[in-house]
């Protein structure tokens, strides 16, 4: 097993388009044909577009793209930004009269951290398609990652600065990566399960815990619900909806490896997988790297942020 890079898992292209000032954006995997696609959400307030058309008894088979947005539910109208360019593109599911673009979304909420009027639209999803690419997407403080934190569940005056990350692997000729924008309730660790970024100690110099915290406690901060992970599992393994669900699934162990806790009631915790390839492949193999590359891309999230907003980043901690 070797790590490669995210784009070298091949057949998409990906965009980022973000308002810095308003700490919002989003992000878009655009399919290079028609991928079958599985979903699997874990948390307990999620916000999402067209989910159900991942569902193994749906008649879609595939689809176009996903978008990763922040903007809590606000966020779901940009996924018409993705639809406008594919269908300008004539991309899409062929209805006889026209071509549907089927673009899935999930949204994650960072409305507290900028301004609460500017959510990514139509227009913002638009500039991600046309940003998309097949070179290596940035981390950190840029897509979706752009307004996430962790760690918030005494408020945001102990949060810390999230982001947006990719990590790939190789085996043999299987390829498999995630991308991930990291916007948790809960901490950040790294695999020693110590926390690298979330709740703050009272004296904002080292991480504290948030299960510890809850304990304590036993309630949370108001600000302790506006949250949810949110990320994408891609294969060059050529595998079935159906399958591809089981994937999704288990790549939620690589955010239970590496956030703490996660999947809660405050989160809405959703992971895509997606398969654009034709090689032979077992998906317990692929289920099995999924989650090895979703721990480790959400680790990268959290350390390639730089602080911003009032938020500390991992890398400010000594």
């Given at each position: 097993m070797k790590e490669i890079g995210i784009m070298e898992v091949g057949g998409f292209r990906v965009g980022h388009a973000q308002n810095e000032e308003a700490a919002t954006g989003c992000t878009v995997i655009l399919l290079d044909n028609m991928s079958p696609a599985g979903l699997d959400v874990r948390g307990g307030g999620p916000a999402s577009r067209e989910s159900q058309i991942l569902s193994p008894v749906a008649q879609a088979d595939s689809i176009n793209a996903v978008l990763l947005s922040g903007g809590s539910a606000f966020g779901l109208d940009a996924a018409g930004g993705v639809q406008k360019y594919l269908e300008e593109r004539n991309i899409?599911?062929?209805?006889?009269?026209t071509k549907v673009p089927l673009v899935c979304e999930s949204c994650l909420f960072d409305l507290a951290v900028g301004r609460v009027d500017v959510r990514p639209d139509a227009a913002m999803a638009?500039?991600?398609?046309?940003?998309?690419?097949?070179?290596?997407?940035?981390?950190?403080?840029?897509?979706?990652?752009t307004g996430c934190t962790v760690g918030k569940i005494c408020g945001g005056s102990r949060a810390m600065k999230s982001g947006f990350g990719t990590y790939a692997i190789q085996a043999g000729p299987i390829k498999v990566g995630a991308l991930v924008a990291v916007n948790a309730l809960g901490d950040v660790c790294g695999p020693d399960g110590k926390p690298i970024a979330g709740l703050l100690n009272p004296e904002k110099t080292a991480c504290a815990s948030t299960v510890e915290a809850m304990l304590s406690s036993l309630e949370m901060a108001s600000f302790a619900n506006t949250n949810t992970t949110i990320g994408a599992i891609v294969t060059n393994v050529k595998l079935p909806k159906v399958l591809l669900t089981k994937v999704a699934g288990m790549a939620h162990n690589g955010y239970a490896r590496a956030i703490r806790p996660v999947h809660t009631?405050?989160?809405?915790?959703?992971?895509?997988?997606?398969?654009?390839?034709?090689?032979?492949?077992?998906v317990n193999v692929v289920g099995a790297m999924a989650a090895y590359v979703m721990e480790r891309a959400i680790v990268r999230a959290a350390m390639a942020a730089k602080s911003a907003y009032g938020f500390p980043a991992a890398s400010d901690l000594k």
């Open positions: 899409g599911f062929d209805v006889g009269v638009y500039e991600a398609c046309e940003n998309a690419s097949k070179e290596a997407p940035a981390e950190g403080n840029v897509g979706a990652g009631m405050a989160d809405g915790d959703s992971i895509y997988a997606l398969s654009t390839g034709d090689v032979p492949g077992d």
